[in-house]
């Protein structure tokens, strides 16, 4: 019988920081080069690339067998991008939004992000956003969109895990992930539709490209959705964290919500498919209240406390986690919901600083270099 291989692939985007003001720097042109000549002394590397705005460095290390090996790479991502930055004078951050830099003062570095800000104007130039991408091997396509259906339904209890937007352009938005709110703006974004068949998403695909609407399947983004070039569910929804730990143990739990759903329909076990629309209730609640509010329980459609739902989906998930070897990663789960997320904790740096935005790119600068 297939089995899926589960294998872990992590794309972060960083922010690159002037130290001497704290905003956001145009570093991708020239830093570029540098990126791939330190990749390329350390094989297998991660794969440098320019994002939308000038101050975004994308960066995706490559699919890993396992978690442990997924750290592995992750470490030595950052360790060259902090390389990268000692030899270019400047500082790297990691997190959804940057607390105060302005948008309008971003350029577009790339011909395809030029492309995009045609087609979108100012919501796409405004885009100074950063996400952790995190693809897990579903080599199956059918099996691939089956699951993406399901697990449609845990990603705002996923999102809450990794709120780390709360300001934007020097204000307090009162959200936890404003990250969220500005993807949300562009087109086929957010919680996708239910598709009944690969043949069907493929065929939705092809629609959109024959009538001129998009080149190519890249320009679409869904929170979650089949990865055009690689044999992988490909899960957006995630703000860039500035703490590795927290990437891990999201993507462990990723990972495990994977393979759990795969048992389910392998055992002939369902797991009800909930329209989108009270999906997306849950993302709001996700984006406006992270780990402090309730989500909807739509099985007893009651609000359950975030945290507590977080719990039984840990529950949920064990068996699988136990044979993915990923328990150690999950643990540190229990330590967000202790401690708070990234967007919790910027928050309390702010007020403890008499809301000062530098202090809290400072504290994001300083828990980015955090790594072994």
């Keep these: 019988m297939y089995h899926p291989s589960f294998n872990i692939g992590i794309e972060e985007e960083y922010q690159l920081i002037d130290p001497d003001t704290w905003e956001?720097?145009?570093?991708?042109?020239?830093?570029?080069?540098?990126?791939?000549?330190?990749?390329?002394?350390?094989?297998?590397?991660?794969?440098?690339?320019?994002?939308?705005?000038?101050?975004?460095?994308?960066?995706?290390?490559p699919a890993c067998a396992d978690i442990k090996a997924a750290r592995d790479h992750l470490v030595r991502m950052r360790g060259t991008m902090l390389e990268l930055a000692a030899t270019h004078h400047f500082k790297v951050a990691a997190a959804g939004t940057h607390p105060f830099s302005n948008w309008e003062k971003a350029s577009l570095p790339t011909a395809h992000y030029r492309v995009l800000a045609s087609d979108a104007e100012m919501i796409a130039r405004r885009m100074l956003a950063f996400g952790m991408h995190v693809h897990i091997g579903v080599e199956d396509r059918e099996l691939a969109v089956d699951v993406m259906n399901t697990m449609r339904y845990v990603l705002p209890h996923i999102l809450t895990l990794t709120t780390s937007s709360p300001f934007w352009a020097g204000r307090n938005t009162g959200l936890k992930s404003y990250r969220n709110v500005l993807l949300d703006a562009l087109p086929r974004t957010g919680i996708p539709g239910r598709f009944q068949s690969y043949?069907?998403?493929?065929?939705?695909?092809?629609?959109?490209?024959?009538?001129?609407?998009?080149?190519?399947?890249?320009?679409?983004?869904?929170?979650?959705?089949?990865?055009?070039?690689?044999?992988?569910?490909?899960?957006?929804?995630?703000?860039?964290?500035?703490?590795?730990?927290?990437?891990?143990?999201?993507?462990?739990?990723?990972?495990?919500?994977?393979?759990?759903?795969?048992?389910?329909?392998?055992?002939?076990?369902?797991?009800?498919?909930?329209?989108?629309?009270?999906?997306?209730?849950?993302?709001?609640?996700?984006?406006?209240?992270?780990?402090?509010?309730?989500l909807i329980d739509f099985g007893i459609e009651k609000e359950v406390p975030t945290r507590d739902l977080i719990r039984e989906l840990l529950d949920l998930v064990a068996p699988q986690a136990d044979k993915l070897n990923v328990e150690d990663e999950l643990a540190h789960i229990h330590t967000i919901l202790e401690r708070g997320s990234s967007a919790d904790q910027q928050l309390q740096t702010w007020r403890d600083a008499d809301r000062d935005f530098i202090a809290v790119v400072r504290f994001l600068v300083q828990q980015t270099e955090n790594i072994p």
């Design 24 to 61: 956001l720097i145009g570093y991708v042109t020239q830093s570029m080069g540098g990126a791939q000549v330190i990749a390329q002394e350390r094989q297998p590397g991660p794969e440098f690339a320019g994002h939308l705005q000038n101050a975004v460095l994308a960066v995706g290390a």
């Design 199 to 294: 043949q069907e998403f493929h065929s939705y695909v092809d629609t959109l490209v024959r009538t001129n609407s998009i080149s190519d399947v890249s320009r679409i983004w869904y929170d979650v959705l089949p990865h055009h070039r690689y044999p992988t569910l490909y899960v957006r929804i995630c703000d860039m964290v500035p703490d590795y730990r927290d990437a891990l143990a999201v993507t462990a739990l990723l990972q495990a919500v994977v393979a759990w759903m795969v048992h389910l329909r392998r055992n002939n076990l369902s797991f009800r498919i909930y329209e989108r629309l009270l999906v997306e209730e849950n993302k709001w609640r996700a984006v406006r209240y992270g780990l402090d509010g309730n």
